[in-house]
């Protein structure tokens, strides 16, 4: 097996921006797909959606990462789960974008 030193590099920045656009069109695709599963199910008859209840109690949105590492759930998404001062919650943390003094995002 021989070396390829002469291949090109994917530069971090590159690689990190290619990701982050993935990662927002999976999510995407995943919000529609849970969408259709709610619009086409009909609990009544016990279809997948009616199985998927615990899915429908869950928020997706972006938000800006404050001093301390500090998140902030918005007010609309608070409210909708029914999410008060003290509740436990699970997040899943996909960076979107970034905004960092020198650096160019697209």
């Known amino acids: 097996m021989t070396e390829d030193n002469d291949a090109p590099m994917w530069p971090p920045a590159l690689f990190t921006r290619g990701m982050q656009q993935a990662s927002e069109r999976a999510m995407d695709s995943q919000q529609k ?8 199910s009909d609990p009544s008859n016990g279809s997948i959606g009616s199985q998927l209840g615990a899915l429908s ?3 997706t949105f972006k938000t800006r990462v404050q001093s ?6 918005p007010d609309a998404e ?4 029914d999410i008060e001062e003290g ?5 899943v943390v ?3 974008k970034r905004n960092r003094p ?3 995002n697209e």
């Open 33 to 40: 797909m849970l969408q259709q599963l709610f619009e086409l």
């Open 57 to 59: 109690q869950t928020a």
């Open 68 to 73: 301390g590492g500090r998140i902030s759930i």
């Open 78 to 81: 608070r409210e909708a789960l």
């Open 87 to 91: 509740d436990i919650v699970q997040t």
């Open 94 to 96: 996909i960076p979107v």
């Open 102 to 104: 020198g650096e160019t």
